[in-house]
């Protein structure tokens, strides 16, 4: 082996590393992140891709800043999750709960394979949030693992803020996702079809909310025929950039902790 075959990539992308690379790179230390984004359509305004593209720039923006000193190694995002409440919607290409709960058990499985011993899923996608959590316990069960859940941004809906005139219900390309996404890849972005889509008439609810005490079963399409759900009107591509710098910034942090992390035996 050259000397030049021993200096780990720049980019600490798996998909990059040979074979041999496996064993004398990755260790009981390593930290592998798994972007989980989604295909589904986002309203008139925004692309289909808009889930993924923010997890993976947030996983690699994050990797490049704190991956060498926490290592930290990133894999191929997952484009395709849970996304029924938007199966009406033609594009949309969605995994069932049961499907995609194999395919992170199967991730977790190979994962294990290696020395590695912790697993963050930086995940884009709300409707995963909750299927994500019960896929960290049960690889946690099956294999061993430490597994964690991340997002860009806590989902309003679960507990994260959204632009005040949308009173918590921005959830799906409202303000704050169609701001990342001016700041990201504005030539994906068409502000003339942006409209206002609140569900003014939960504003009032206590419980029975997005982000209340009651949870409640719901399809994109029963807010309007728009799709999305907040108000992209409002949306600047110099909030997206503060959004997303804090987003990093905090993910960053996040993996200095994950990487002290251990569980009591």
Same mark, same amino acid.
């Given at each position: ?114 020395? /590695?011993?912790? &697993? *963050?899923? !930086?995940?884009?996608?709300?409707? @995963? ?6 896929? +960290? =316990? ?46 990201? /890849?504005?030539? &994906? *972005?068409? !502000?003339?079809?942006?409209?206002? @889509? ?6 009032? +609810? =206590? ?46 942090? /996040? ?11």
């Amino acid at each position: 082996m050259s000397s030049a075959a021993a200096v780990p990539p720049a980019s600490r992308r798996l998909d990059e590393l040979r074979a041999p690379d496996i064993d004398r790179l990755i260790t009981e230390r390593s930290i592998f992140v798994q972007p989980l984004g989604a295909i589904e359509q986002h309203g008139p305004h925004l692309p289909f891709n808009t889930d993924l593209l923010i997890a993976d720039r947030v996983s690699v923006a994050a990797v490049e800043r704190v991956g060498a000193e926490h290592d930290v190694w990133l894999l191929p995002p997952l484009a395709y999750t849970k996304s029924n409440e938007h199966a009406w919607s033609s594009g949309t290409i969605w995994l069932s709960a049961d499907t995609l709960l194999r395919v992170l058990d199967d991730i977790g499985r190979c994962v294990a394979m290696t020395a /590695a011993r912790r &697993l *963050v899923f !930086m995940n884009g996608h709300g409707g @995963n949030s909750a299927l994500v959590g019960v896929a +960290n =316990r049960e690889l946690r069960l099956h294999h061993g693992l430490m597994t964690f859940l991340a997002h860009p941004g806590v989902p309003p809906d679960q507990g994260g803020v959204s632009a005040a005139d949308e009173h918590g219900m921005g959830i799906h390309g409202g303000t704050d996702e169609t701001s990342i996404m001016l700041h990201l /890849a504005p030539e &994906l *972005v068409d !502000m003339g079809a942006a409209t206002r @889509n609140v569900p003014d008439a939960l504003i009032g +609810n =206590r419980h029975v909310r997005f982000g209340g005490t009651v949870g409640f079963g719901w399809l994109s399409n029963d807010f309007g025929s728009s799709g999305h759900i907040g108000d992209p009107t409002t949306a600047t591509v110099e909030r997206g950039a503060q959004l997303f710098d804090a987003a990093v910034a905090a993910f960053c942090d /996040a993996l200095g902790e994950i990487s002290a992390f251990t569980l009591p035996m």
